[in-house]
Structures are given as C-alpha cells and as structure tokens.
C-alpha cells in the first residue's frame, strides 16, 4: 500500500454529504433550543443555509456531468476540477442548468425570491451585521428550507446509486427533517400568537414575499405596509404593490408597461391580483392602498370594479353605454 491509500478517509467529503452537512448544520443552529437560537447560532444558521444551497444544487450539477458546475462549461478540465482550481456558475446559472439540461423535476425559478433574499440576508449579515427579530430570520429562511428539502426529496435521493452513500444520506436527511419540523412548528406557533390581529381580516391579508406567511394586512392607507410576522416593510400600499409583482413604476413605465390598475374606491394605482388569507388558493383583485377588493378589471376604463354580469365590464361603464343608445 503506498503513502496516499492510507491517507484517512474523513477527509474525502464528496458534495453531497458536504451540503447535507451544511443543511443539517443550519437547522440545527437556526432552531436553536425551543426556537431560541442565539445570535450567533442565527448568523451561522443563515451562512450555513446558503452553502447548502449552494453545494446541493451543484452536487446535482455534478452527478449529471461535472462540467456543469464550471461558469464556463467548455473550459473544464478534470484535474482543475478536482483540485477545486476554477469559478463555479452562480446560484441562478446552476437552476437554470438544473432546469435546461438535467431537467430536474422540482419546478425552481432562477430568481426564485426567497433565494435571492437569502443571499441578501447572508450579505447583509457579513458585511453589516442586522437588526432582524429572531422570528424574522427563522421566518424567511423556511421558504428556502422548504424548497431545498423538496429538491433532495425529489431530485437528489432517488438518483443516488451506491448504496452506502443512499443510507448515509437518508440519516442526514432523518435529522434534517426534524430539525426543519422544530423550526415550522416554532413559527406555526408565533402565527397563532398573531391570531388576535389577523382574525376578521382575512380578505385583506396578503402573504409575505419574504416569509410566505399571510402576515400582511392592508390596513387602508393609514401606515406604511409591514409583514406582522417577520417585520418586512413594504413602504405605502402603492410601494408595496409594485414590490409583489417584482417590478417598480420607473421600471414598467420606462418600458412601457405603464402603471399598475386603478382603484375603483380610492384611486389609487394600487391594484394587482394576488391571493389572501381569505382565499389562500386563488388570486383576488385588491387594491393595496386601501384594502378594497374588485371582481376584476373593467375593460373599457381600466379600473379595479365589481363587473357587470358575463362582461369585462364595470357598472359605471355599462351604464354610461347604455345612455347612448
Ligand atoms: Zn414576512
Ligand atoms: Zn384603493
Ligand atoms: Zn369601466
């Protein structure tokens, strides 16, 4: 036997094992003991989510082809590879591989929101340090948690084929299914706590983009919008109706887009569709800066209305061309 067959094992971390590592890591330190992690803890749970993320989705990359990992496919070169000598393509460029070439199964957009507030929360902490609630990062990590474990569900566990690497992952995996199963049930727990200023709003509350939870009351104007459960603030209703659609009114405008609806009841360009806590499963017309909600846009005046009847047409509208006839 020569010198580097005796070299220990433990070294040998291949990319699987190593982000499950990652991912067992993080919820451990983001559910911390009874839901209250230390600062620390936090800010190691929150690095460690985004290293699991990102050698997951690589490790997937790799068990199709290697030089998928690579920004430049062309350039790999399996001894650089190994030695870890070269630059790996990005969170968006390794969904979008995942996508297009490996055709994985989980449905994941490139820009997928809570990806990129992830990295912006993990920035944030590096550089800045943060002022979040403890709630508020457990909160925004979940979507992530969610969709990572989902991935390996159905995308990483079935096409692993040895058998020894199959059953050391699947006990990761036992412990990271419960680590995650402490942290929804300790912010399934801060929601009921919420219950008392929710109830009765339902048709108003809109889902947080950032913890997913139906924590966003249109209050009608009076305060800026802010996410009661993870504390993400919106700005006034307009502000925060571009903010849901992913755009901004310089942006669309600029590209001709032009303004979002008008609000039949206060006037405001404030109203996009997007489901409430009342209607979980399906969009609503609302208008975020007062809270009103509308059957759907009038064809002929563009505004947010209740329609007339089998017509894409408001009431004000229908009546106005029934006078000409
Ligand atoms: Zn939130
Ligand atoms: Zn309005
Ligand atoms: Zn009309």
């Known amino acids: 036997m020569s010198d580097t067959e005796q070299q220990p094992e433990d070294f040998h971390f291949p990319a699987l094992t190593n982000g499950l590592d990652y991912l067992a890591s993080a919820v451990d330190s983001l559910s911390g003991e009874n839901g209250q992690p230390k600062p620390r803890d936090l800010k190691y749970g929150v690095l460690h989510l985004q290293a699991a993320v990102e050698t997951l989705l690589k490790a997937r990359l790799e068990m199709h082809d290697p030089?998928?990992?690579?920004?430049?496919?062309?350039?790999?070169?399996?001894?650089?590879?190994?030695?870890?000598?070269?630059?790996?393509?990005?969170?968006?460029?390794?969904?979008?591989?995942?996508?297009?070439?490996?055709?994985?199964?989980?449905?994941?957009?490139?820009?997928?929101?809570?990806?990129?507030?992830?990295?912006?929360?993990?920035?944030?902490?590096?550089?800045?340090?943060?002022?979040?609630?403890?709630?508020?990062?457990?909160?925004?990590?979940?979507?992530?948690?969610?969709?990572?474990?989902?991935?390996?569900?159905?995308?990483?566990?079935?096409?692993?084929?040895?058998?020894?690497?199959?059953?050391?992952?699947?006990?990761?995996?036992?412990?990271?299914?419960?680590?995650?199963?402490?942290?929804?049930?300790?912010?399934?727990?801060?929601?009921?706590?919420?219950?008392?200023?929710?109830?009765?709003?339902?048709?108003?509350?809109?889902?947080?983009?950032?913890?997913?939870?139906?924590?966003?009351?249109?209050?009608?104007?009076?305060?800026?919008?802010?996410?009661?459960?993870?504390?993400?603030?919106?700005?006034?209703?307009?502000?925060?109706?571009?903010?849901?659609?992913?755009?901004?009114?310089?942006?669309?405008?600029?590209d001709g887009g032009g303004d979002l609806n008008a609000c039949g009841s206060c006037g405001s360009n404030a109203v996009i569709a997007t489901p409430t806590a009342h209607s979980p499963e399906r969009d609503t017309w609302i208008c975020f800066a007062c809270g009103a909600t509308f059957e759907g846009i009038c064809e002929f005046c563009d505004q947010a209305a209740d329609l007339v009847a089998d017509m894409d047409m408001c009431r004000d509208c229908y009546a106005s061309r029934l006078a000409k006839f």
């Open 67 to 254: 030089a998928l990992v690579w920004w430049t496919i062309k350039d790999y070169d399996e001894r650089k590879h190994e030695a870890g000598d070269f630059k790996s393509c990005g969170v968006p460029g390794a969904l979008k591989r995942l996508s297009d070439t490996v055709k994985i199964e989980s449905v994941i957009d490139p820009e997928e929101a809570s990806l990129t507030e992830l990295a912006n929360l993990r920035n944030r902490l590096t550089h800045f340090g943060w002022k979040d609630t403890v709630v508020a990062v457990q909160a925004r990590t979940i979507p992530v948690l969610d969709l990572l474990v989902g991935f390996i569900n159905t995308d990483i566990l079935p096409h692993v084929d040895q058998a020894e690497e199959a059953l050391s992952a699947e006990r990761q995996m036992e412990q990271i299914r419960a680590g995650f199963k402490h942290l929804t049930d300790f912010v399934a727990h801060r929601m009921e706590a919420l219950q008392g200023e929710l109830a009765r709003r339902e048709h108003t509350t809109a889902a947080c983009r950032s913890c997913r939870q139906f924590a966003v009351v249109l209050d009608g104007g009076a305060n800026d919008l802010t996410c009661l459960l993870c504390g993400r603030q919106y700005g006034t209703g307009e502000d925060a109706a571009w903010e849901f659609i992913g755009s901004c009114r310089h942006v669309s405008i600029q």
